[in-house]
């Protein structure tokens, strides 16, 4: 089975240093690994997804995250913190329903990033 | 482009009235996923379609629940009698699957539920 484990349920930065959330993964097979933003009262965002191309990829908002599978990780990154990105943050991995062949995504915990001026 | 739009945003209702959630998925997705969201349990599957038809609904609490997409363009999520228990955030997501892997699944904003 697939599962996810957001290793911070909360981050705290000041803006202009760096972010960094972490993810490891556990997969049976390759994986597709996700990064949702969602910030208050809204929906969840597709910040990046990873599906077996380029190890480092690029998303939106100047966040990447790196695959590396001998570490089983998927963390986020972000040189520069800006207000706007406080937010809660889900890393996601696929993993297929029993019995059906049919793929769903595994949702991690969640981590709250929080900046301060 | 419209995303995926939800309705209501916000519902309030007494405990013991029926609840119905809309879901207008992308035009043009083939597969649809309604989840609740709370601060104890995190993001839950509730039930997932594929070209209109259920493929899993395990996620769904109990009989109270139940979900039809009579279409690719529409989803209802019905909650009778409804209970304060269900008081949520309910997302309404779609996606294209065309392959063997996931393709990223797009959230409507959400309907805040409260049932008193």
């Known amino acids: 089975a697939q599962s996810v484990t957001q290793l911070d349920s909360h981050v705290s930065v000041s803006e202009g240093t760096p972010v960094l959330l972490r993810c490891n993964y556990s997969s049976s097979y390759s994986p597709s690994l996700f990064w949702y933003v969602q910030h208050p009262n809204k929906g969840l965002q597709l910040l990046l997804k990873y599906t077996s191309a380029a190890t480092l990829v690029k998303g939106i908002n100047g966040f990447e995250a790196e695959f590396k599978k001998s570490e089983t990780s998927f963390h986020l990154t972000k040189p520069s913190a800006h207000m706007s990105d406080a937010a809660e943050y889900f890393c996601?991995?696929?993993?297929?329903?029993?019995?059906?062949?049919?793929?769903?995504?595994?949702f991690g915990t969640g981590t709250r990033l929080l900046v301060s001026p | 482009d419209a995303g995926v739009i939800q309705s209501p945003r916000h519902e309030v209702t007494e405990m013991g009235q029926e609840v119905t959630l809309r879901c207008k998925p992308i035009s043009g997705h083939n597969s649809l996923f309604w989840y609740r969201q709370t601060m104890m349990r995190g993001l839950e599957l509730l039930i997932y379609?594929?070209?209109?038809?259920?493929?899993?609904d395990s996620g769904m609490p109990e009989d109270r629940f139940s979900a039809k997409m009579p279409n690719a363009s529409f989803s209802t999520l019905k909650i009778q009698p409804s209970e304060p228990r269900d008081s949520a955030v309910y997302f309404c997501?779609?996606?294209?699957?065309?392959?063997?892997?996931?393709?990223?699944?797009?959230f409507g904003d959400g309907t805040r539920l409260s049932i008193l």
């Open positions: 997501a779609s996606s294209l699957e065309t392959g063997p892997r996931n393709q990223p699944q797009h």
């Open positions: 379609f594929n070209n209109n038809v259920p493929i899993d």
């Open positions: 996601v991995v696929s993993g297929y329903l029993e019995n059906t062949g049919f793929q769903k995504l595994v």
